[in-house]
């Protein structure tokens, strides 16, 4: 069973930089897609960036392509979120999630359905 735990929000001015880190627990390979979304008060659950923990594969939100970049500790077993260029439309609740690639298809990695397993989030707020 897949555990993750996000760190590192907090609140920030425009233009400043967060990084967000999810640490992942329970899984045996690297033969799992993970992904940050986020959701904005009334705003439905927006997929932002994903990445295979092989790490061939990733896709960022026209949104914050640019500005987000992901990155892996593999020894830490922990996926990061690199956020620059803040702008106050990233504020937002951010999770992560995970879940095996063979239930993931590439086309749907920012897709919220796709994935089973979820951390409890982490508030980004930029002001």
């Known amino acids: 069973h897949v555990q993750l735990v996000e760190s590192g929000g907090g609140s920030v001015q425009a233009g400043g930089t967060l990084r967000l880190g999810c640490a992942a627990s329970?899984?045996?390979?690297?033969?799992?897609?993970m992904a940050w979304f986020r959701q904005a008060p009334g705003k439905e659950r927006e997929g932002v960036a994903a990445?295979?923990?092989?790490?061939?594969?990733?896709r960022y939100a026209d949104s914050v392509a640019g500005r987000f970049t992901l990155a892996q500790d593999n020894a830490k077993k922990t996926l990061y979120l690199q956020m620059n260029d803040l702008k106050p439309e990233d504020t937002a609740m951010y999770y992560c999630?995970?879940?095996?690639?063979?239930?993931?298809?590439?086309?749907?990695?920012?897709?919220?359905?796709?994935?089973?397993?979820w951390g409890q989030g982490t508030q980004v707020t930029v002001s």
């Open positions: 990445i295979h923990l092989r790490g061939h594969f990733t």
């Open positions: 329970g899984h045996s390979d690297s033969s799992y897609f």
């Open positions: 999630a995970a879940d095996r690639d063979v239930n993931v298809p590439p086309s749907l990695v920012l897709d919220s359905r796709r994935y089973n397993y």
